[in-house]
């Protein structure tokens, strides 16, 4: 007989990032609900911008690489989201999730903050309003620690998705 713990099996999930402030959020969230062996394994990509598509795109890209249990993409609604890219996500059982219009409309929600219209708008807000570098994933711990998100999931349910992917209940 052999004394030997058995080794869980986490399920995995991809998760890509339009910019850089998009990985450092997506990797805060995996530091936050993903630790030790709670929630799934996360592998975090930046896209790199360019657009839906490439994001799109990079998230296809890495599928065919390496195989995943899940995926999904964070990305800003401010450009349209063409039929062939959301096809190619459903193709490849990709989650396509938004961030209204920008990730720092997203991340004023998660503040409380009304929300601009206009993607520059919401990035010039949340630099007046935090003084934080958005793309350092230490900042968010202290910006928005975990018993807000956890708040703010009741009602924004993009981020109630987002969450659900990385806890492995969706």
Partial sequence: MSNKKQRQIRATLLAVGEGDTEE??????R???C????GVSVTVM??????????VGTAVGHLR????????????????????DREAA?????DLIGSTPCIEGLLLRLLGKPVPSQSVQCKKAMAQLTKVDLTDQG????LIPKARLDVARLDIPELDQLLRLLEGTL
């Fill in 24 to 29: 450092a959020f997506l990797k805060y969230l």
């Fill in 31 to 33: 530091s936050t609900y």
């Fill in 35 to 38: 630790s030790g062996n709670a």
């Fill in 46 to 55: 930046n896209a790199h911008g360019k657009g839906p598509g490439n994001v």
């Fill in 65 to 84: 690489m390496r195989a995943f249990d899940r995926a999904l993409t964070l990305m800003d609604t401010d450009l349209e989201w063409m039929k062939k």
């Fill in 90 to 94: 459903r193709k490849n059982k990709i």
């Fill in 139 to 142: 900042a968010y711990a202290n």
